[in-house]
């Protein structure tokens, strides 16, 4: 399997100048790589898929100088820079998975909580994120929340299955002054924001980490 310092630079030299981070999950590749690049990393895509435990979610992020791998499990979440000079499946081999499946989070410290960077929140859950800011930006005269829900109340609408476990939800405000009063109130019962669109516009994860820095300051 190639270095890490190795899949950095093909990817560098096949990314577009306008997307210059790629984002690997276990069902996306995005933005899309050309064929010939993409044939050569899909058996270490693969093998990532492989080494990384069911029931761990992961996003690697490879951008012109660095590779960054984030986990998250039901019980914790991680961040694992990457080495550039050694394999990618020699550095997943030396991770302690099992405390990534057993780790508790602390009642300060819920499993995505507001000190997870926005930016690796986004990182994680991309596709999803993706989708849900195309699909609201259309509705240009409301503020639209993405946040994740570690503990969702039961909802009758959803079958058993469905509706267990974390999730994702979404919620949309007529106003700024409904949204910052909803958000704390979501905060304070420990759901975290992953996205906002406001004016058809999606947020920056900076100036989502500065909310949430704020609000926690007054919880």
Sequence with gaps: MPTVAE????????????????????????????????EVLAPVWHELSQLVPP????????????????????????????????????????????????????????????????????KLFGEDVRQWIKEVRRD??????????ETPEFDEELDGEDDEGPRLDTLSFPNMTAFLEELEALMRNEKVPISVVSDGKPWSAERIDRLKREIANRL
């Design 140 to 149: 240009a005269g409301r503020i639209h929340l993405l946040y994740y829900d």
């Design 55 to 122: 029931g761990i979610d992961y996003a690697l992020t490879v951008s012109g100088d660095e590779a960054i791998l984030y986990l998250a499990s039901l019980a914790t979440s991680r961040t694992c820079p990457l080495k550039s000079d050694a394999p990618l499946a020699e550095q997943l081999r030396s991770i302690a998975w099992n405390e990534l499946r057993t780790e508790l989070p602390t009642a300060a410290e819920p499993l995505l909580s507001a000190s997870v960077s926005t930016k690796a929140l986004q």
């Design 7 to 38: 899949i950095i630079h093909r990817v560098s030299q096949a990314l577009p100048p306008d997307q210059p981070v790629l984002t690997v999950t276990r069902k996306t590749v995005a933005p899309p790589l050309p064929a010939s690049v993409q």
